[in-house]
């Protein structure tokens, strides 16, 4: 058989984590044929916590399940690693100024960038940043890791995009895979821009069949944005499952491609329609069936996409100011 891919998840008992590791373990994320090792990295007071997912993991019985290390040693979480999931992040408390959760983020995943560098499978490594401010986060790990190509880092807008084809799907009728062209650019955050304009439903402009500017400007959009506070007034915990799945779907296609169609990705940017070079900066991207992403070109961004663009580019530059002196040359 095929020999086991090793999968480095931290965070790993956190709300997010436990719904990730069963997944991957069950072969949706890496295929039913795919053996693997999940190296999960927790802090120190969740390491008992961790013990029980481990525990959990085993009584599943995963045909696919070769191996389970359990640690607090980025070092030893990154070990050979193919794929690295970056779940587990310092959460706001309660009067934490903005900036502090920048900083102490920054220090988290600047570690963690060392020692993906010194340790990860640097010729296959996927990474993706989930933890928050995931667009941040991966910059400050890509460019704590010298000898990684950056553009093996990424951040997730996926759940974004799925949130999105879900509002789209309602609106007009018909299922999400009927949906082509549709993209989230920017930031996770609440400035992402999430455009219709492009968007195409079964041969036919989107915009043309909602025929609807103000639905877009005003419910669309900010729902879209917004779904993450929606989700915890309703649920009183944050989104998981859902952003597990996200997580699932983006290394799913990040490997086996998205058959020309496109889909949402947080990459290091080129300077593609004026995000600033080295940003982590969500993009229409289509991956082909080895693996490799591009960033959809030539897309006429109209006056209101270009305004919310900079929004969000804006955004990102002063979240990177932020954390500057964090940053090695
Ligand atoms: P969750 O598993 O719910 O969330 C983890 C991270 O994902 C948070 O930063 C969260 O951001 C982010 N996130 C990104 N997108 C979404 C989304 N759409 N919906 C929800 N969350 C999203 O957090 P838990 O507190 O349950 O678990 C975190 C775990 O990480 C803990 O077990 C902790 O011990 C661990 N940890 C590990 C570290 C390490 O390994 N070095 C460092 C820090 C923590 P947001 O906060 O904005 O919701």
């Known amino acids: 058989g095929k020999k086991p891919l090793r999968v480095a998840i931290t965070g790993a008992s956190g709300q997010i984590g436990y719904q990730l590791c069963f997944r991957i373990a069950s072969g949706e994320m890496l295929g039913k044929d795919q053996p693997v090792i999940l190296q999960c990295l927790e802090l120190p007071q969740a390491l008992n916590a961790l013990k029980g997912v481990s525990m959990e993991l085993d009584d599943c019985a995963f045909p696919l399940l070769k191996g389970i290390v359990q640690t607090d040693d980025p070092n030893k979480a990154f070990e050979g690693a193919d794929y690295a999931l970056l779940v587990g992040a310092r959460p706001r408390s309660k009067g934490m100024e903005r900036g502090d959760l920048l900083k102490a983020n920054a220090e988290i995943f600047s570690v963690q960038g060392k020692a993906l560098n010194n340790h990860a499978n640097r010729d296959t490594l996927r990474v993706l940043v989930v933890g928050n401010p995931a667009n941040t986060n991966a910059l400050i790990a890509a460019r704590n890791a010298p000898n990684i190509d950056p553009k093996r880092f990424s951040a997730m807008t996926r759940l974004d995009h799925n949130r999105g084809l879900a509002q789209l799907a309602e609106k007009l009728k018909c299922s999400v895979t009927d949906i082509e062209k549709f993209a989230i650019w920017g930031n996770h955050s609440a400035t992402q821009y999430p455009d219709v304009t492009q968007t195409v439903v079964k041969g036919k402009s989107a915009k043309t069949l909602i025929n609807d500017e103000k639905w877009i400007k005003e419910n669309f959009i900010p729902t879209v944005q917004q779904r993450g506070a929606a989700i915890i007034a309703a649920r ?29 990705m947080a990459v290091y940017s080129d300077g593609s329609y004026g995000a600033d070079k080295g940003l982590y900066f969500s993009f229409p991207v289509i991956v082909d069936k080895n693996g490799k992403y591009e960033i959809v070109q030539n897309i006429k961004l109209d006056q209101f996409s270009q305004e919310r663009f900079d929004v969000t580019r804006k955004e990102l530059l002063s979240e990177k100011d932020g954390v500057a002196s964090l940053l090695p040359n």
């Open 236 to 264: 009183g915990l944050s989104s998981a499952a859902s952003a597990a799945s996200a997580a699932i779907d983006h290394m799913r296609d990040w490997t086996f491609g998205t058959n020309g169609q496109w889909t949402s």
